[in-house]
T-cell receptor, first 115, second 113 residues
Framework: KAGVTQTPRYLIKTRGQQVTLSCSPI?????VSWYQQTPGQGLQFLFE???????NKGNFPGRFSGRQFSNSRSEMNVSTLELGDSALYLC??????????????FGEGSRLTVL | GQQVMQIPQYQHVQEGEDFTTYCNSS?????IQWYKQRPGGHPVFLIQ?????EVKKQKRLTFQFGEAKKNSSLHITATQTTDVGTYFC?????????????FGKGTLLTVNP
């Protein structure tokens, strides 16, 4: 079956702009998590959605937001971009029917560069 | 909040040497997961450990979960160039919720052929 698909794969923005990233999970997976990966900080949790509900949010400013649609596809948005937002944004899906996350299946990521 | 720490941050070995990375959590974990990320790639799930003291093997890889369920290790016997990558451990929880995985910063393994 198809894996997790993230679009776009690469993008360049300038400070102050906003960006929307998209993630299509594996068919049947209802949980989608987003992570920011940078060389210095590793994988930082952004948020997790399950059946269109945000169940958990990481320690990121309000400029970072997300949502999940009824078909489990998810988007995340970053407004008023800053240079420090340059990173690889990874989406991961899981079945997560219970209270634990279960195995995460990651997409290839969206690499954002802010100039 | 919950912290997951990994050491070492980097490890360079000669092909054929063994490699071990260690993971420590500030809280007791219900389970621990391990992922591998090849250079330029995305994290790929390796294994999940659930029981106290559990040991699991995958070919040359041996995973252990501590008795107190606060630490774990990954040992690779006789490394190969295909083992190159960053190895992450991750535990659920943090922020009062199990609906997230907290990752360690990873150990980057390089192998000299």
């Amino acid at each position: 079956k198809a894996g997790v698909t993230q679009t776009p794969r690469y993008l360049i923005k300038t400070r102050g702009q906003q960006v929307t990233l998209s993630c299509s999970p594996i068919s049947g997976h209802r949980s989608v998590s987003w992570y920011q990966q940078t060389p210095g900080q590793g994988l930082q949790f952004l948020f997790e959605y399950f059946s269109e509900t945000q169940r958990n949010k990481g320690n990121f400013p309000g400029r970072f937001s997300g949502r999940q649609f009824s078909n489990s596809r998810s988007e995340m948005n970053v407004s008023t971009l800053e240079l420090g937002d340059s990173a690889l944004y990874l989406c991961a899906s899981s079945f997560a029917g219970g209270s634990n996350t279960g195995e995460l299946f990651f997409g290839e990521g969206s690499r954002l560069t802010v100039l | 909040g919950q912290q997951v720490m990994q050491i070492p941050q980097y490890q360079h070995v000669q092909e054929g040497e063994d490699f071990t990375t260690y993971c420590n959590s500030s809280t007791t974990l219900s389970n621990i997961q391990w992922y591998k990320q090849r250079p330029g790639g995305h994290p790929v799930f390796l294994i999940q450990l659930v029981k106290s003291g559990e040991v699991k093997k995958q070919k040359r890889l041996t995973f252990q979960f501590g008795e107190a369920k606060k630490n774990s290790s990954l040992h690779i016997t006789a490394t190969q160039t295909t083992d190159v990558g960053t190895y992450f451990c991750a535990g659920p929880g943090g922020g009062g919720s199990n609906y997230k995985l907290t990752f360690g910063k990873g150990t980057l393994l390089t192998v000299n052929p």
